[in-house]
């Protein structure tokens, strides 16, 4: 059994795969979306908002932008817990999601060690979230 489900949320073919073989090789299931549309499709589709214990988001991308996107996660589903991953740095963008609620942010590219304790404390989150009426 998985440690946890991650939606990984990137452009970046590279990224994804990178994030996501981490990911599995830690013990967790992973899914995939190239941009927040496609975010939005699979958390809708296969009742995987009730299935995805973390979400790790990125910023810039087409379509539907990460703090679009972010918008919409914390909308429909407020106790998936969502991590910022970005390569570009906006510190007034990074305030505003971190007092939106954002659980956290990290820079590309991050380590494994950085990554793994970040998926293991928003992962036991999204648990205890689940576990409130």
Known sequence: MALGVVLIVDDQEVIRQTVGTTLIKAGYEVLQAEDGRGAIDVLQNDNNGEKVDTIICDLQMPNVDGAEAIRHFQRHFPRIPVVVLTGAPDFVLTDVLRNQGVAD?????????????VVRVTVRLHGLRRAQP
């Open 105 to 117: 942010y990290l820079l590309k590219p991050v380590s494994t060690k950085r990554l793994l304790d």
